[in-house]
């Protein structure tokens, strides 16, 4: 089942709670709804996590943990699936939505090389930064879409499952 699965990999609320970096939602995170794992609260952690996962920013954990106490999602699962795009996925993942938003905006992927310096980046929100903005975007909202709907669908695939295993053995034992 989905829940012993992901319970397997979530860290204690109360550790969480007691992180410093967090005082700044204050008696938020002591909503029980945001530390319950159950089917609504799994899929929209997912959801979220994966929508801001494709932002190119610093604190995409942040905009997940701050959107998932709103919408009573399962906190430490959102701020977890923003972590798809970690330091050695970022790349392909950020190449594939810059090839997305050319596709959609029309226009020919340029020739760039990345250089770790203000000045490149600078310079290139206004080459390649249209394509790539928009690109983040469409991935952003439907991976968010996909990871809402995929692990809802999943959750209940799953549950379906174990009830007719249980009414299958009731009827072998009644059988018997």
Known sequence: MPKKFIKRFLPDHQTIKKQRALRIFGSVLHEPNLWHLNRRSASGAFGI??????????????????????????????????????????????????????????????HFEFQFSWQWVIESLTTIGPAFLV???????????FGYFGLNWMWRFQVRKAWERRCERRRQKRAQ
């Open 135 to 145: 690109g983040c975007g469409i991935c952003s909202v439907l991976a968010g879409l």
């Open 49 to 110: 996590g994966l929508f801001f996962a494709f932002w190119p920013v610093p604190f995409q954990m942040w905009l997940s943990a701050g959107m998932a106490i709103p919408f009573r999602a399962n906190l430490p699962l959102s701020v977890a699936t923003v972590w798809i795009t970690n330091p050695f996925t970022m790349p392909p993942i950020f190449y594939a939505a810059y090839k997305v938003g050319t596709t959609v905006l029309g226009t020919s992927p340029q």
